[in-house]
Nanobody, 121 residues
């Protein structure tokens, strides 16, 4: 199992970046996917998630600016980030969660290594 996040970098306020996560995991099409970020000195927070049925959710601070998407044929998912702000700076981690088929068993969860996004003012 391997998750490879990429696409981070340094961008000015108002700029755009597209993060990608290539995930070689079983049952990818049945997995819930997410992007999380951790800013310096802060806890990791959910940024965006997309379910197996492509239902999306976003933290309020990125709604209208970020878009999460998935491509099951490529076993990959993405985070398009527009209108970036200095508050978006942090390490972005991709996450894959495969729901357990039985309530008595835990979900399978995997994390990527993170990609750094820096937004300068």
């Amino acid at each position: 199992v391997q998750l490879q996040a990429s696409g981070g970098g340094l961008v000015q306020t108002g700029g755009s970046l597209r993060l990608s996560c290539a995930a070689s995991v079983p049952l990818f099409s049945k997995a819930d996917l997410g992007w999380y970020r951790q800013a310096p000195g802060k806890q990791r927070e959910m940024v965006a998630t997309i379910t197996a049925r492509s239902i999306t959710d976003y933290v309020n601070s990125v709604k209208g600016r970020f878009t999460i998407s998935r491509d099951n044929t490529k076993m990959s998912f993405y985070l398009q980030m527009n209108g970036l702000k200095p508050g978006d700076t942090g390490i972005y981690f991709c996450n894959v969660r495969i729901p357990s088929p039985a309530s008595s068993l835990p979900d399978l969860e995997y994390w990527g290594q993170g990609t750094l996004v820096t937004v300068s003012s």
